[in-house]
Structure formats: structure tokens, C-alpha cells
């Protein structure tokens, strides 16, 4: 850590310090300046009281990143905060916490629908998919048709003989999966996480099970980047995939996926469109009629053109 670094950070850590309440950890008595004291800043996170203060001072040396983590959460920072500290104080960031996610904000969903022509989604780093768009759910798969739980991405490529049939190129799918995701449950520290998964899937596939015994690690960048698949209505789809960060997010990815024909593009925004239209119809009957069925809705949005992911 250099010199300026570590004035920063000392820096940072006391304004930090001096914005919190003491009374709402349970300290008192009278103070000459706001916020905490640095003692009991070194007290809620265990460690040395002079070491604290030197670190503030920005003679502490470089801290750990065990030390970090507790001083984090001693001064209640933000995730935003906490990657800055410790990118001063170690040059990069934390590690990534995973949370678990049912959704997404509706800023987020926003970008999402306006790739109208462009079947685009969130996953996570285990990869569920929590959020699409009505592209997605005409070219891929109808998720909102799946139960929460029911959404993840090698459930489908390897338990749903539908969606390894559209695949141009099954098994060279399948490795580059199993080594993507390998990578990105590693990174975000989910190893131990994705064993009841990882287990499910070695006993119910012998595909899956080879696969994952040949511990391959990929990155995104690593594949074609070009996806191609038979719809049973669209026919021949070939797409380029990115993968983009969530601002804030950084357990999440969104997967955009790109027609590389505009005839092709055009026949998926006019698809997507209609979806879109039959799901707010039945959801509006649904909602006006007491013997409205949910069931009708999902049979007449999956003849849209239910696909492979």
C-alpha cells in the first residue's frame, strides 16, 4: 500500500467513524467530536485499539483482508464503501458476497424490455435466471411458466431432452456450460452452495457426470460467443452473446444475446411482441374473472413459441 493510499484510507475510515451514532451500539458519555471513538471502533471489530488508530493515521501498514472485512462491518459500510476500502487498502476488491435473489428492480427489467428484438437475461452466479425479457421467453425458455426454484440453466440443458434437441451443437454446449459455471461459482466463493445441485445433476445424468469429473474451467470469453438454435417455429437462430456486469451487483450477469440475421430480428421483436400482448390479455381475464385459468394463459403464451435455452 502506498504512502497516498494509505492516507486515504485513514482518511476514509475516519469520516466513516465520525458519521455513526454512538448510542445505537450502546456506548455513552460525553464527546468533544462526533461518531465513534476510535477504541470502540477497534473494540467492534476485535482488534488492536492502537493498531486502529495507526491505521487511521496511515502508518498502519497494509492490513488483511480478514482485518478489512471486520473494520467493515464494525463501521456498517455499504458494499460500495467496503470495495473502496479495499481497493486503498489492498488494491483490490473484496470478495464477492452472493445473495440470494427472487428478482430484480424495475429499473433493471426496464433494460431488459427494451432488447425487444434481443432475448436477454439475469442470472446469477449459480446460474438461475430471475429476470428476462419477452424475447427471451419466445427464443429460449417461458421461465415465468417455471416455479422459482426451477430455473436454472443446467436443470435445462441437461434434464429436458426438448432443450438439448434444439442445440446445434449439444455436447460442445454442455462442456463449455459445466466449465463457465465451474469457474463462477469458484470466483464467487459457492462451491459449497452448489453441491446439492452439482450432486443432483452427476446422479440423474452420466453426461453431466463425465463432464464435471474433467474439472475444465472456462471463461465467458472463451467460447464462440455465437449461440445457434432449431425453433420449432422460428427455425435456424444464430445469436452472438455478451455478458455484462450489474452495477452493484457483481453476483449477478445479464446475457444478451444478439441476432446476427435483421429478418430473424425483426420475426423475434414481432414474437416477443405478441407475447407480451397475450400475457397482458390473460392477466388482465385472470384478474376480472373469478374463474379466470392461469393454466389457459400459459397454454396460449407457450404457442408463441416456446424454445431451448
Avoid at 61 to 72: K, M, N
Avoid at 164 to 174: L, P
Avoid at 175 to 191: C, I, K, M, P
Amino acid at each position: 500500500m502506498s504512502v497516498n493510499d494509505a492516507q486515504t484510507l485513514g482518511d476514509f475510515l475516519r469520516s466513516r467513524r465520525t458519521r455513526l451514532d454512538p448510542a445505537s451500539f450502546g456506548f455513552s458519555g460525553r464527546r468533544r467530536t462526533p461518531g465513534l471513538r476510535r477504541e470502540e471502533v477497534a473494540q467492534l471489530a476485535h482488534i488492536s485499539s492502537t493498531w486502529y488508530t495507526w491505521l487511521e493515521q496511515g502508518r498502519g501498514g497494509a492490513p488483511s483482508a480478514h482485518v478489512l472485512e471486520r473494520i467493515c462491518a464494525a463501521l456498517m459500510l455499504t458494499d460500495t464503501e467496503r470495495e473502496h476500502v479495499f481497493m486503498l487498502g489492498l488494491g483490490r476488491p473484496p470478495e464477492v458476497r452472493y445473495r440470494g435473489v427472487d428478482g430484480v428492480n424495475p429499473r433493471l427489467q426496464r433494460v431488459l424490455d427494451s432488447l425487444d428484438a434481443s432475448p436477454s437475461i439475469i442470472k446469477t452466479a449459480t446460474w438461475d435466471v430471475v429476470a428476462w425479457n419477452a424475447a427471451a421467453a419466445v427464443v429460449l425458455t417461458d421461465y415465468g411458466r417455471l416455479p422459482a426454484g426451477q430455473r436454472n440453466i443446467l436443470r435445462f440443458l441437461f434434464g429436458d431432452p426438448a432443450v438439448r434437441a434444439k442445440q446445434h451443437d449439444w455436447e460442445s454446449v454442455a462442456r463449455f456450460v459445466v466449465g463457465t459455471f465451474r469457474a463462477d461459482v469458484a470466483r464467487a466463493g459457492l462451491a459449497s452452495e452448489v453441491g446439492e445441485l452439482v450432486d443432483d445433476l452427476r446422479r440423474a445424468n452420466a453426461d453431466f457426470d463425465r463432464m464435471w469429473r474433467e474439472n475444465q474451467v472456462l471463461g465467458h470469453g472463451d467460447g464462440e460467443n455465437v449461440k445457434r438454435l432449431l425453433h420449432p417455429t422460428l427455425g435456424q437462430v444464430e445469436m452472438e452473446y455478451s455478458l455484462f456486469a450489474v452495477d452493484g451487483r457483481p453476483d449477478l450477469g445479464m446475457v444478451v444475446y444478439t441476432p446476427l440475421d435483421a429478418l430473424m430480428a425483426e420475426r423475434i421483436r414481432a414474437a416477443a411482441l405478441q407475447h407480451r400482448s397475450i400475457a397482458a390479455s390473460r392477466r388482465h381475464e385472470t384478474a376480472s374473472s373469478p374463474n379466470g385459468s392461469p393454466l389457459e394463459c400459459e397454454q396460449d403464451i407457450t404457442r408463441v413459441g416456446a424454445g431451448a435455452n
